[in-house]
């Protein structure tokens, strides 16, 4: 990570708060799309695994629809993924140097787990598969390039802990950094969030489209029994990883928008019931939602961090606040 450090020379608090702001736009590109791409490529992988049990060509049409979600356009993966993780890496460098020698190669993983996906829509379309789905090799290989995202994410997700969490100026140790309770709970809420808003997206369309999809009705029953599932689940995680924050970083703004963030899941937890009772799920309403919630956990974070910084900064003599 080293070649991204120091290309941008800081010298105002101006220039700090150029690089937190595009830190923060960068993530926020970032997160929604990751998150949606984790979700609908790992729908996609059972239900053609579905197809192969049940030898039923409905599971397979539903994977050909899930896995092209996110990744059939390369204007989507470039400007909502592969431009903002680069951003976010070179944005983290400059704010934190000697914190991110590992945030390049997680965006290396992010762009190698991007391609085999992509390889793995293709081979819908070449009929590298049969109607059972079958190809071990390339299912094999599309297996492998959700394991790397995982990966990927989870290195981001660590980082991002980092940041808002413990003081800049320790060292870091990776096993503490990828293992820490308060990383371990982020990327849980991280990952019940995927699988949410991927659900939230997919019940979306399957209300909005007159298109008659064979697997229509299930994947509105799937998506809507799966999204009400992990938004019931996220509050828990968001709430036991408010008691691993540091205390110095706690204030009212940080309590202000962590109720925000509640309630904003409360709603989300709300549209998908109403959903199920049959209520349409609109999908501008929900995207707009989830982008709320991903703004208040990005700013919610930068408070902590910067409440964090301004104890170290109080210690060293100086003072710089830019967000709290």
Known sequence: MDILSNLYDIKTLTDVFILKFGLFLSLLLLLPYLSVLIGSQLFSLLHLKKSQIFNNSTYFDL???LTELVTKKMWVRIIFGIIPFFGTAFFYSQLYSETAENLLFAFILFVAGICIMV????GFSVKDFDKKGNNRLLIKGAWFGIIILLIS??????YFEYTFAPATSKSVNLFELFFSTNTILMYLLFLAISFSLTSAILVARMNRTNVSYNFKAYLREF?????????F???LFFVLN???IDKSALSFSFFAFSMLILLLMLIVSVQFYLNFKNEKLKSTSIVFVFLL??????????????RIEKKNSIEKGQLLELFS
């Open 119 to 122: 390889a793995y829509k293709s």
């Open 242 to 244: 408010i008691f691993t």
């Open 63 to 65: 994977a050909k629809y």
């Open 233 to 235: 689940i996220q509050p």
């Open 223 to 231: 998506s809507t029994k799966t999204g009400i599932l992990f938004t």
């Open 293 to 306: 919630l991903f703004s208040f956990l990005i700013y919610n974070s930068q408070i902590t961090s910067e």
């Open 153 to 158: 994410s989870l290195i981001l997700i660590s």
